[in-house]
Structures are given as C-alpha cells and as structure tokens.
Nanobody
Framework: QVQLVESGGGLVQAGGSLRLSCAAS????????MGWFRQGPGNQRELVTG???????NYVDSVKGRFTISRDNAKNTVYLQMGSLEPEDTAVYYC??????????????????WGQGTQVTVSS
C-alpha cells in the first residue's frame, strides 16, 4: 500500500508564511507528478500547483509569485512554501502523487493517491 502524510498547516496572520510537507511511503516503484489542491469554505476543490518528476511546475494564477512547490525525489516528498498569505488562501490543503506501486505479482499502473488534508487558516 501507499500512504501520503501531510504536515505543516496552521494559523497565520495575513502576510505571513507557512511551509507544507507531504511524504509518500509504502510499496512505491516510481512517482510521477506531485502537487497540491485546496478546498476553501463553500468552494470546490481547486488545483493550486503541480510539479513533474523532472521539476517542472505550474501554478494557479492566484498564487503565482507567492507560492513555490518543490520536491525531494530521494525522500518521496513534496513541499509547498507559501508566502504573502491572504485570507483567501484559507482552505484545507491536500497533496497528491501519481504513483506506480509494486506488489508481489508485479507493478500496479499509475494511480493518484491523496494526503489526509491539512488546514491552513489566514487571519486578516
């Protein structure tokens, strides 16, 4: 099996910073894209940012210049550095990873796995 465990959420004042981490573990053969979604109060879940295995990243317009995604392939971990936070960034943040895992009988085709979610609250 595969698990994604997130850490780093919390309460911060507007203008502040937070760093989220998401570590994948288990029977991992390879990891392709990793990234972060978020879901704010009354909103649909939206893609915030993603990063390929080679390090190419994309961002939703609302976070460009403020958020930075990175990954450590040796640690199977993705990070989200969030700066200049705004109350509108308040949401539960979910990491994802597209993973090929192995079993005793071979490899399982790529599937998307999700973290448990971490709350980020930005006060004005």
């Amino acid at each position: 099996q595969v698990q994604l465990v997130e850490s780093g959420g919390g309460l911060v004042q507007a203008g502040g910073s937070l760093r989220l981490s998401c570590a994948a573990s288990g029977s991992i053969f390879s990891i392709y894209a990793m990234g972060w979604f978020r879901q704010g109060p009354g909103n649909q879940r939206e893609l915030v940012t993603g990063i390929s295995s080679g390090g190419s990243a994309n961002y939703v317009d609302s976070v460009k210049g403020r958020f930075t995604i990175s990954r450590d392939n040796a640690k199977n971990t993705v990070y989200l550095q969030m700066g200049s936070l705004e109350p509108e960034d308040t949401a539960v943040y979910y990491c994802y990873a597209d993973i090929v895992r192995y079993t005793s009988t071979g490899r399982v085709p790529v599937q998307r796995y999700w973290g448990q979610g971490t709350q980020v609250t930005v006060s004005s």
